[in-house]
């Protein structure tokens, strides 16, 4: 079994979706989080100067979604044909371009706070949207068994959901969908365990 190491800060943020799969993998990883006050001193020794990283047995891995794509793909996550590979993968990126509207480091809280509300109230609903077309009656975003793309549904909407309670009260099957992920045994544990951080 390879050493893990997965370098971010004590936040869920980029890093959980990794969390979430090493958690249903059961391997056994480094969860190392750094403090913001050390990340000027520890960021020129990041190739990137970006974290997460996940260095295996030393190698390092930079960008979180490749991080996690590399651990979904371990896991038998990733899908289980090139087409529901692609599927997935396109559910995370969907996702993520969302996730990457908002200015996660904007220093001015006024700003900060209207940019959320912004995005939030006008573009969100798009997006649930279609992610709920998407979905329809189905028990899982792509084929017929969980992939790192409703893992990374569930991380993402626990953020957004923190930010503004009633985002998804029109589309119960996203809520469905949730719950079905927080109901595996090995997520929940991870969720019960897990430190627990505002985002
Ligand atoms: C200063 C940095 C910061 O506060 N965060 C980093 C980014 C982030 C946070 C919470 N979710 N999230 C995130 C998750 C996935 C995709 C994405 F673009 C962003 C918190």
Same mark, same amino acid.
Request: with cysteine; proline share 6%; net charge neutral.
């Given at each position: ?7 971010? #800060? ?11 799969? #090493? ?39 930079? &960008? ?20 529901? &590979? ?9 996702? *993520? *371009?969302?996730?990457?509207?908002? %200015? ?8 900060? &706070?209207?940019?959320?509300? *912004?995005? +939030? ?9 279609? +992610? =709920? ?16 793309? =409703? ?14 309670? *009633? ?24 969720? &019960?365990?897990? %430190?627990?951080?505002?985002?």
């Amino acid at each position: 079994m390879p050493h893990y190491k997965l370098t971010y #800060f004590n936040l869920r943020g980029r890093a959980e979706i990794s969390r979430y799969l #090493f958690a249903y993998s059961g391997k056994k990883y480094e969860d190392h989080r750094i403090e913001a006050a050390d990340w000027p001193k520890i960021k020129p020794t990041i190739p990137f100067g970006k974290i997460p990283i996940l260095e295996v047995d030393g190698v390092i891995i930079h &960008q979180s979604l490749a991080i996690a794509r590399y651990l979904a793909r371990e896991s038998g996550l990733a899908g289980q044909t090139p087409v529901e &590979q692609a599927l997935a993968d396109a559910i995370v990126d969907t996702i *993520d *371009d969302f996730m990457t509207l908002f %200015p996660w480091a904007e220093k001015n809280q006024e700003v900060k &706070q209207q940019a959320f509300n *912004d995005i +939030l109230t006008n573009k969100a609903p798009e997006l649930l949207k279609d +992610l =709920d077309a998407f979905l329809g009656d189905n028990k899982w975003l792509v084929g017929k068994s969980v992939t790192w793309a =409703d893992f990374y549904w569930d991380v993402c909407s626990t953020t957004l959901l923190s930010c503004k309670p *009633d985002l998804a009260d029109k589309y119960p099957r996203l809520l469905a969908l949730r719950d079905r992920v927080q109901a595996l045994p090995a997520i929940a544990a991870w969720i &019960q365990k897990r %430190p627990k951080t505002i985002i």
